[in-house]
């Protein structure tokens, strides 16, 4: 079986190209999967331009994607508009979200092409693009067993679940999780003791043979940023470790962030993560890298 993972954007909050940026990457939010030759992809930010042009040079059979949204924030779906298969009249995009309306969707993406925001009409583009259902927060497409988990997050967001063959990916981005803590206080007060995540949290990520998760902030900057949807990385890492996840791509990098930033956040996380003994893998999701599961 062949579960293959591409970062296309990394980045949180806006685009952030530049010297500064160039390891990590400056792309929004976009995560493709190829599973046994069935495309996935996880948002549709500033790296889903990229990602459709590669798909537009591709010979072969037209495109078909599966395209789940966190949420509908704008550094999640502004890709859109510019994926250039979305143009053609051979494509079929599902297009999907936890929403008890499955016209919602189609409304939000359509919204951002409005004529105040965009040139050319959400109507005007050529490929069938369908509305998926997740009603109940979970379905079954082509084989890959698919659940969603509700996030804290100003308006909510979700987080996916893709199994098949007894691989486990799973992409939680846009997930304030610090304010769920069982134990916020003391964490705040001394950053060094491990963090009480629900269950239901560690559930739902666990045993992840992948789970790409946002760790936007710091320890340090997070009691500023309290209350705008972002988490500690290493609120990521100590979930990680008490989920039994085997990788754990630190995602959603702060626009603030250079690249040298990053590292030593990735550097502290992985110290964290050895220092409870566990065998869990602490990286920082790169614009371009590829993850075979
Ligand atoms: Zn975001
Ligand atoms: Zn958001």
């Known amino acids: 079986m062949d ?8 980045r949180g909050s806006i685009p952030t190209p530049g010297h500064a940026t160039k390891r990590f990457g400056g792309n929004t939010s976009c995560v493709e999967l190829l599973i ?28 078909e ?6 949420h509908m924030h704008w550094d999640h779906i502004q890709g859109f508009p510019f994926f250039v298969p979305a143009y053609s009249e051979k494509t079929r995009l599902h297009v999907y979200e936890v929403a008890k309306d499955r016209q919602h969707i189609k409304d939000m993406l359509h919204g951002q092409m409005s004529s105040d925001y965009f040139p050319v009409r959400f109507s005007d583009l050529g490929a069938q693009i369908l509305s998926g259902n997740l009603t109940h927060g979970t379905a079954c ?9 509700e996030q804290h997050h100003p308006g909510r967001s ?29 964490s705040l007060l001394d950053p060094a003791i491990p963090r009480q995540v ?15 998760a946002d760790g936007q902030y710091t320890d340090e900057e997070y009691p500023q940023k309290s209350g705008w949807g972002h988490a500690r990385a290493n609120t990521v890492v100590d979930a990680a470790v008490a989920a039994n996840v085997k990788q754990c791509a630190i995602y959603h990098h702060d626009p603030m962030h250079s690249d040298s930033v990053v590292d030593s956040i990735i550097t502290r996380a992985q110290k964290r993560a050895n220092a409870r003994g566990s065998s869990t893998t602490v990286f920082g999701a790169r614009e371009g890298m590829t993850l075979k599961l």
């Open 3 to 10: 579960f293959l993972v591409r970062f296309w954007g990394t």
């Open 158 to 186: 979700y987080a996916y679940s893709f199994e098949k063959g007894g691989k486990k990916f799973v992409y939680a981005t846009d997930n304030e999780i610090d304010l769920t803590l069982q134990n916020r206080e003391a």
């Open 198 to 212: 629900p269950d239901a949290f560690l559930e739902f990520i666990s045993n992840a043979d992948l789970l790409v």
């Open 36 to 63: 046994d030759g069935v495309l996935m992809i996880c948002d549709g930010g500033s790296g889903l331009r990229e990602l459709g042009l590669r798909l537009t040079e591709q010979k072969g059979a037209p495109v």
């Open 141 to 149: 497409i082509d084989g890959v067993t698919v659940k969603s988990f």
């Open 65 to 70: 994607a599966h395209m789940f949204f966190s």
